[in-house]
């Protein structure tokens, strides 16, 4: 079964620009959770989706946005982009959510300048 | 809200040797799941072993396993006979039974084999 699929997997914006970060659950995974990992503050939690609905969010500015889609595949995203949100942006998927492991994607490195 | 803390930010042994990693959380939560993951120099996050907290038994998974200390609040990962592969950066984390279906991760610990 082919793992959590995350695209682009690096990219490089401008400040003021918006991006949109893609997510490929594993197969018949209805869950998915992004994280933002930063070496200042590590990885946080940014929201999760789960039957195309956001069930929870982090604690991140209204710039940060996501969606989900009838195939569960996910979307981020990020507008007016700042220097700070330059991270590592992680995609996990679970099977339900409550009471499943979450498995991530390799990520997609987000670089602004 | 929950915590977890990791006390060692860098570690370093020999190939084949034993290494504990050390990790305490906080929560007022009865019910919740307490994971190892690590992350080689790829950045894939990697499931390393699952605990639930109902369960008195530690978890195991071949050289892995945990010890699992609810009343302290502990929960500790032990790598036996330690492989170059093994080398990455391991996060503990914490996630609820109940409500937010979301993993509070620790800040880290970079573990190096050396060969």
């Known amino acids: 079964k082919a793992g959590v699929t995350q695209t682009p997997r690096y990219l490089i914006k401008t400040r003021g620009q918006q991006v949109t970060l893609s997510c490929s659950p594993i197969?018949?995974?209805?869950?998915v959770s992004w994280y933002q990992q930063t070496p200042g503050q590590g990885l946080q939690f940014l929201f999760e989706?789960?039957?195309?609905?956001?069930?929870n969010k982090g604690n991140f500015p209204g710039r940060f946005s996501g969606r989900q889609f009838s195939n569960s595949r996910s979307e981020m995203n990020v507008s007016t982009l700042e220097l700070g949100d330059s991270a590592l942006y992680l995609c996990?998927?679970?099977?339900?959510?409550?009471?499943?492991?979450?498995?991530f994607g390799p990520g997609t490195r987000l670089l602004v300048l | 809200a929950q915590t977890v803390t990791q006390s060692q930010p860098e570690m370093s042994v020999q190939e084949a040797e034993t290494v504990t990693l050390s990790c305490t959380y906080d929560?007022?939560?009865?019910?919740?799941?307490l994971f190892w993951y690590k992350q080689p120099p790829s950045r894939q996050m990697i499931l390393v072993i699952r605990?639930?907290?109902?369960?008195?038994q530690n978890a195991t998974e071949n050289r892995f396993s945990v010890n699992f200390q609810k009343a302290a609040k502990s929960f500790s990962l032990k790598i036996s006979d330690s492989q170059l592969g093994d080398t990455a950066m391991y996060f503990c984390?914490?996630?609820?039974?109940?409500?937010?279906?979301?993993?509070?991760f620790g800040q880290g610990t970079r573990l190096t084999i050396n060969p």
């Open positions: 989706y789960f039957s195309e609905t956001q069930r």
């Open positions: 996990a998927s679970s099977l339900a959510g409550a009471e499943e492991t979450q498995y």
């Open positions: 197969s018949g995974h209805r869950s």
């Open positions: 929560t007022s939560e009865n019910n919740y799941y």
């Open positions: 984390a914490f996630m609820r039974v109940q409500g937010a279906q979301k993993l509070v």
């Open positions: 605990q639930e907290a109902y369960k008195q």
